[in-house]
């Protein structure tokens, strides 16, 4: 049986904070939602350098990242501006696959203001 280590996290747009994750996590498959967006692009931040292979739409609001010991040939991908999806067939528990998805949950605004007094 392969285990994968998976980190599930909503980075806010935050450049530094994907910058750091990308340098410093020790994750197979990093499925984030809101990543910063490059204005210029319209992409999310992944430099060539990276370990890690970007699945992301344009202005898209979910990311996944898979980690460069998958040879991209192994895996499928789709992704829309609302959410990802990484499908790697034979892996996973007894060779049945795993299939990832990052989804973007936008915030509930019920503006309900609770005070505590």
Same mark, same amino acid.
């Given at each position: ?6 980190? +599930?996290? %909503?980075?806010?747009? %935050?450049?530094?904070? +994907? ?5 410093? #996590?020790?994750?197979?498959?990093? +499925? ?5 967006? *490059? ?13 890690? /292979?970007?699945? /992301?739409?344009?202005? !898209?609001? #979910? #990311? ?8 991209? !040939? ?7 501006? /609302? ?6 067939? !034979? /892996?996973?528990?007894?060779?049945? !696959? ?6 973007? =949950?936008?915030? =509930? *605004? =019920? =503006?309900? *203001?609770?005070?505590?007094?």
């Amino acid at each position: 049986m392969t285990c994968s280590k998976i980190l +599930l996290w %909503n980075t806010e747009g %935050n450049k530094q904070a +994907l910058e750091v994750l990308l340098e410093e #996590a020790e994750f197979d498959f990093l +499925l984030i939602q809101e990543p910063w967006i *490059n204005p210029t692009t319209k992409s999310t931040y992944c430099p060539r350098s990276s370990k890690y /292979h970007l699945v /992301h739409s344009t202005k !898209g609001r #979910a #990311a996944i990242f898979v980690k460069k010991g998958y040879p991209v !040939g192994q895996w499928d991908y789709e992704a829309t501006e /609302h959410w990802c999806r990484v499908w790697l067939p !034979g /892996h996973g528990p007894q060779g049945l !696959g795993l299939e990832l998805w990052s989804v973007y =949950n936008p915030p =509930n *605004n =019920n =503006n309900n *203001n609770t005070q505590v007094l």
